[in-house]
């Protein structure tokens, strides 16, 4: 079957840097987004790559390995506005997107 | 404001009863989607249209049913409601033109409670 597995929940500090992970098992792969959902409010795209290697994009980066089925969402100089969840999505080979379950960002001061 | 409007924002509905979520873009897009989405799960796709005229099930179509007369209306009807399927509803929209990554535009989503 396809999986995407991303951690639950993370926490990190105002101002520092976290590293929220994604592996994927999918049919095919024709790309893989991130985006970042707040409570209680819709998903709002972030990044997406297709090719091997990192995109940066201000204080948000992404990488992506697809010989590894994976990837990860970097997101530097913390602000607590960042307190969200951010869901990882893999396109497949149908062109239908797999979604993981979410990682919840809790930021501290 | 171009985007995706959903209505309503929330509603609460007696087992057995008929609804119907609503869901307009003016962006133009030719694709858009239902999503749910529960607590501990992923976004899981309900139905799809690929273009004005074209309806496809997703991963969880049982229960439900969708229209797409127009490019811009994409109702999703649930004839019978039932408690499980008391969840919070995203209707997406997407453009597949070359060029395009095809990131997904959400609307602000329809809170559904079946008692």
């Known amino acids: 079957g396809q999986n995407i597995d991303q951690p639950t929940e993370m926490t990190a500090t105002e101002g520092a840097i976290v590293q929220i992970n994604c592996t994927y098992q999918?049919?095919?792969?024709?790309?893989l987004f991130w985006y970042q959902q707040h409570a209680g409010e819709a998903p709002t795209f972030l990044s997406y790559n297709v090719l091997d290697g990192l995109e940066e994009k201000g204080r948000f980066s992404s990488f992506l390995s697809r010989s590894k089925g994976y990837s990860y969402l970097l997101l530097k100089e913390l602000q607590m506005k960042d307190s969200a969840s951010y869901l990882c999505?893999?396109?497949?080979?149908?062109?239908?997107?797999?979604w993981g379950a979410g990682t919840k960002l809790i930021i501290k001061p | 404001i171009a985007g995706i409007t959903q209505a309503p924002t929330s509603q609460i509905l007696a087992a057995g009863r008929r609804m119907t979520l609503r869901c307009t873009q003016d962006?133009?897009?030719?694709?858009m989607y239902w999503y749910r989405q529960d607590l501990g799960l992923g976004l899981r796709l309900i139905h799809y249209?690929?273009?004005?005229?074209?309806?496809g099930k997703g991963e969880v179509p049982d229960g439900y049913s969708v229209s797409r007369a127009n490019t811009d209306d994409f109702p999703l009807t649930l004839a019978s409601a039932v408690p499980s399927q008391t969840s919070v509803y995203f209707c997406?929209?997407?453009?597949?033109?070359?060029?395009?990554?095809?990131?997904?535009?959400f609307g602000e989503g329809s809170r559904l409670t079946v008692l």
């Open positions: 997406a929209s997407s453009d597949g033109a070359s060029g395009h990554t095809g990131e997904l535009f």
């Open positions: 249209s690929n273009t004005a005229g074209t309806t």
């Open positions: 962006m133009r897009h030719n694709a």
């Open positions: 999918t049919s095919g792969f024709n790309g």
């Open positions: 999505a893999v396109r497949d080979s149908n062109y239908q997107l797999i």
